[in-house]
Structure formats: C-alpha cells, structure tokens
C-alpha cells in the first residue's frame, strides 16, 4: 500500500508551461532539412542541458562558434530568441496547481532549467511564484534524473520522499524520482493528472 501523499512536486516545462525551439528557428532557418541538421549537430539537446547543469549562456556559445563559426549568429540567436520558445502555459494544469495550493497541499517544484531563463520564466508567468519553494537545476548545479537533485529538493523543503509525488513528462525524470524514493507520475494531459492524483487519494 504506497504512503499517503503529503508532498507535491511539479515539474515545469511541457508540464506547466510550453517549450519548443523550433518554434522561433522555423523562422531563423526555414529550411526543415537544415534546421533539422542545426538541432541534431550545433545547438543540441546535449549541448542545451549542460546550461541546465549551470554553464553560463557565454561559455556555452563560445564552445560552439569555436567549432562553427560560420554559425555565430544561429548559435547566439538560441538564447536571444529563448522567450519565443515557451509561448503559452498549460492552463488547464495551471488550475490544477493553484487549486492544490489553495487547498492547503503542500506543493514545490523541481525543473532542469538555466538560472537566467528561469527568472525570466518567472517574470511571463507569476504563477511560477505560487509554490512554496522551488529547486533550479541551473542553480544547484543537478539535473535530472541524477538521484542527486531529488535528495537536494527534498532536503531543501523538508520533503519526507515516501510521502513526496512528483509530476514531470519525462519516463527518465519519473524513474529517477523512483529511485530516490519518491512517488511519481508520468504527466501526459491535465485529465490524467487529476485522475493520477485522485488515485494516489489526492482529490481536487
């Protein structure tokens, strides 16, 4: 019988809010063919995580216009062009989240996120302000699903891990919450949310 829930986590991107880079670069490099060849070898997923793991944006691009040089401009136009990228958030998961709040849950957050991204995240959409606490990737300089950053948002919350239920999109994030002890649910849809939180006896 798994433990009550007490604890609630949420992951942020694809869960609360959009992220997609194509959306700003179909317009930087209408080519489907090169895009495509942009994102699988210059500014790649890979290379995308290690800011969330805490390398600066500076250093990022420096590393990659040493190796391309002839695209400065699409490698610098990543970041200048990162608010194009998260253009809406879910609201219907939005509503689930402040309704959790509002009925007293204790609800944080745990994102692999760059810092400076982050705040400006915070800046489009307040509600990434509402939880009681929240831990930045970029910030800790942890990603997930490194068991690391899960033992680090618990200890920093006072999270009990059985008692905790984390939300994210990811299979690998969900599993490393699993491993740290958690509880946890693939999000895949607003509807299945609240269906996956009644079921852990979370009701809204």
């Known amino acids: 019988m798994p433990a009550d829930i007490r604890h609630i986590v949420f992951d942020i991107g694809k869960v609360l809010v959009h992220y997609d880079p194509d959306l700003p670069f179909s317009r930087i490099i209408p080519d489907p063919e090169e895009r495509r060849w942009f994102f699988e070898n210059v500014c790649t997923h890979d290379w995308n995580v290690e800011q969330d793991r805490g390398r600066t944006w500076q250093e ?87 068991t690391a950053i899960y033992q680090t948002h618990a200890a920093a919350h006072g999270l009990e891990p059985e008692h905790t239920l984390f939300i994210d999109d990811s299979p690998a994030n969900v599993e490393g919450a699993k491993a740290a002890g958690w509880q946890a649910v693939q999000f895949t849809g607003a509807d299945k949310l609240r269906r996956d939180l009644a079921a852990h006896g979370v009701a809204i």
């Open 60 to 146: 990022a691009e420096d590393l990659l216009i040493a190796k391309f040089p002839e695209r400065a401009d699409h490698i610098r136009a990543f970041r200048i062009n990162w608010r194009e990228m998260v253009p809406y958030a879910y609201e219907d998961t939005v509503t689930l989240l402040r309704a959790l709040i509002d009925s007293g849950r204790d609800v944080t957050m745990l994102t692999n996120f760059a810092a400076d991204t982050f705040r400006e995240a915070q800046e489009m959409y307040p509600f990434l302000t509402t939880s009681r606490g929240i831990t930045v990737s970029g910030e800790v300089g942890l990603i997930k699903p490194d």
